[in-house]
């Protein structure tokens, strides 16, 4: 697994790419919590470049869902590639995340008119 983590005015982001399981859910969690420390309002997590994710991935997903939701933040699912849509869809997470496309993320959260480096964020798969 690669992480690499991306600001693009107050959204954090955190892009991951390549296989989410058992053996990457420690470097996730704990690049989470130092993204979340200053008490974010919004974490998105890039998913365009993630190729497989499994349960110890996913748990660790809902782990940081939980932990942003208690810090009154929100936790936003960006870009997945349609078969790992359709894990989330058959597992009913789709009615606990926001799952959005790069277009849609992008038209929803981004300002405009924001300096950042908006492409490191949004790279289309």
């Known amino acids: 697994m690669e992480l690499k983590l991306n600001t693009a005015g107050k959204v954090k982001s955190i892009e991951i790419a390549g296989k989410f399981d058992i053996e990457s859910t420690e470097e996730f969690e ?5 993204v979340i420390e200053p008490n ?31 810090k009154k933040g929100k936790l936003i699912l960006v870009g997945m590639k349609p078969m790992i849509q359709n894990v989330f869809k058959l597992a009913k997470l789709d009615m606990f995340f926001e799952i ?4 849609d993320f992008k038209n929803k959260y981004v300002d405009e008119d924001d300096d950042s480096d908006i492409d490191d964020l949004l790279r289309k798969s």
């Open 100 to 103: 959005l496309s790069n277009v």
């Open 40 to 70: 974010p309002p919004l974490v998105a997590i890039e998913m365009s470049r993630l190729d497989y994710i499994d349960s110890s991935g996913i748990g660790s997903l809902i782990k940081s869902l939980n932990v942003l939701k208690n």
């Open 30 to 34: 704990s690049i989470f919590s130092k």
